[in-house]
């Protein structure tokens, strides 16, 4: 996926918020920001533990659809202060 063709993803994914309660999305939007940042952390010990067992991929998995959704959501925190 080209740079243009994220930024394109994600300016239709603005347009999709609701406008008429900025508050709310603000703070989802912040708190999606911070998830972003913090679930890589959890990364490590599944990754030092390895991957070895079905549950701990899938657990692994997870945790990157879940950074890649916040990261979605929470990419325009600080324009939108």
Not at 8 to 25: H, I, K, R
């Amino acid at each position: 996926m080209s740079s243009s063709s994220a930024y394109e993803l994600l300016a239709q994914f603005d347009e999709f918020l609701p406008e008429f309660d900025e508050p709310l999305v603000s703070a989802v939007r912040g708190i999606a920001f911070w998830t972003a940042i913090a679930l890589p952390f959890l990364y490590l010990p599944l990754l030092i533990t390895g991957l070895n067992s079905g549950a701990t991929r899938i657990a692994f998995v997870a945790l990157v659809v879940c950074n890649a959704v916040a990261l979605l959501v929470g990419h325009s925190h600080r324009e939108s202060d």
